[in-house]
């Protein structure tokens, strides 16, 4: 190693990227015994994985793309996760208004069928017809539609997700460098030398999992040419007022052949997304447009009883999926499959990058990212584990028994506060829950907690706080995020 080499820190796995698929990969890696660190350019799920739709599902409308493996892939899965993690992920129950000019009643039925036998099911029921004369979904919709059908899939809180992995991969030893660029890396010595805004790593094998910024760390970071490129399509949600009162998801057939999902959102507020929007701008500055917004409004008012518009909106948020290009002709048909590609040959150390993928495939995409690179390293392969080890906080079976117990521990927080934080932190918020909590800087969020995410989340902002560990941003009072950013101002300054 030359003189800067020899001052690096040596570690098994260097990985790129503070997404979910990073996360993952860390956590997986960290539980089989590597070393391994992480850098983020940014804080955690920054980006793509903050703004989704929200959802762990199969992909119901990937059928029509003959996706099968992706689909079953994606269904086992959500059951796993359900499993490991049901205080931020649980059952959701989408209805689908039948439009007959746009599908016929057969094909819908027959991809349903596919959905629930494509994988085994144990925690959500089987898909059903119904009749809105009969179902509550009918007092929403407009009255020509008369039948439609439901099926279930599962709600997650995704930057938790993301979080949650990364904590999990501390625990396991993994160091996880947030607010840390990726310099640059070559290979030297049958290791990869690099150089982060942290200090120089030194790493026997590297993974490139920065999402959209995939191909510019392979090109400008690490030297590299691929065959592989990521196709960027931009995906916009909007927030507005709740709705309509039931607690079940609508999922909405458009002309032009798309989906619009519309959520109970953040028990006030409903969820409406997502665009398909080509993008080849700095995935950093991405926004919703106004033609998106119209787009969205226009797609639910063509269901709804009552018109949505772009007044409505109280809150919308933009992200960039960087998908794998498989030469599709439209954004709404590129595959939402990943491929891994790893380089690794007698000049270049293993290099693992990551491709398109979806929060629903994280797990496994990690497992398939490690099935790769040990052998590589020449390590052995080992079980895998993932699928069966709770997540941080997620030591409980049932979400409704557990907020009782909790509760009961902690009768002094409101029932608001309680299931909020139940539903944050599961089983952790006994860490900082209590009669002694400290200032509550605003809609409930209190010293206490923020001293619990500054330590074990890396939490260095409000916009950490409110807008990506959680939505608080939609109800807490003016004022609150310069309270909190104070804060964990005087809490970096003490140490």
């Not at 003959?66 to 689909?71: I, Q």
């Not at 380089?343 to 990058?353: N, W």
């Amino acid at each position: 190693m030359t003189q800067a080499g020899s001052n690096a820190e040596l570690t098994d796995l260097l990985i790129v990227g503070g997404g979910v698929n990073g996360a993952a990969i860390a956590r997986d890696a960290a539980g089989r015994g590597l070393s391994v660190q992480l850098v983020e350019q940014h804080d955690l799920a920054q980006h793509t994985s903050s703004a989704s739709t929200k959802l762990i599902h199969g992909g119901l409308r990937y059928l029509e793309y003959y996706e099968f493996r992706l689909v079953r892939e994606a269904l086992i899965e959500r059951e796993k996760l359900l499993g490991i993690a049901p205080h931020i992920i649980w059952p959701l129950e989408f209805v689908l208004p039948h439009e007959k000019h746009l599908r016929p009643a057969w094909m819908i039925r027959a991809g349903l069928f596919l959905y629930d036998h494509l994988a085994k099911r144990k925690a959500l029921p089987a898909s059903r017809a119904i009749s809105f004369a009969a179902h509550p979904a009918g007092g929403v919709l407009q009255p020509s539609y008369k039948r439609g059908f439901t099926y279930a899939d599962c709600w997650v809180e995704d930057s938790r997700l993301v979080v949650l992995n990364a904590m999990d991969a501390a625990e396991r030893g993994a160091q996880i460098n947030t607010r840390c660029k990726l310099l640059s890396a070559r290979p030297e010595g049958g290791l990869w030398l690099a150089r982060t805004e942290a200090g120089p790593i030194a790493a026997r094998a590297m993974v490139n999992a920065a999402g959209p910024w995939v191909a510019e760390v392979l090109s400008r970071k690490l030297g590299r040419n691929t065959e592989n490129n990521v196709r960027m399509i931009k995906g916009s949600h909007i927030v507005t007022k709740r709705l309509y009162e039931g607690e079940e998801a609508f999922i909405l057939q458009n002309p032009d052949g798309r989906i619009v999902f519309v959520i109970p959102y953040e028990r006030n507020f409903s969820l409406i997304g997502t665009t398909d929007v080509p993008f080849d701008a700095d995935p950093d500055k991405v926004e919703i447009s106004p033609e998106e917004t119209a787009y969205l409004c226009a797609a639910v008012s063509r269901y709804f009883r009552k018109p949505v518009t772009p007044a409505d909106v109280v809150w919308s948020y933009a992200g960039v999926r960087p998908l794998y290009d498989d030469n599709a002709t439209e954004a709404k048909a590129v595959t939402r499959d990943y491929v891994l590609d790893l380089t690794h040959d007698e000049a270049t150390p293993p290099l693992l990058s990551v491709f398109g993928g979806k929060i629903t495939t994280s797990r496994k995409l990690a497992e398939h990212a490690l099935e790769k690179l040990l052998p590589a390293m020449g390590r052995p392969v080992g079980s895998s584990w993932t699928g069966d080890a709770v997540l941080p906080g997620g030591d409980f079976t049932d979400f409704n028994k557990y907020l009782t117990e909790f509760q009961g521990r902690f009768p002094s927080l409101p029932l608001d506060l309680a299931r909020r934080l139940v539903r944050a932190y599961g089983t952790r918020a006994e860490r900082f829950a209590g009669t002694n909590m400290g200032e509550d800087l605003g809609g409930g969020v209190s010293e206490a907690e923020l001293a619990y995410l500054a330590r074990h989340e890396w939490v260095r902002s409000a916009e950490d706080v409110l807008w990506r560990r959680s939505r608080l941003g939609l109800h807490v009072p003016e004022g609150t995020a310069a309270r909190i950013d104070d804060y964990l101002g005087q809490a970096v300054l003490s140490g």
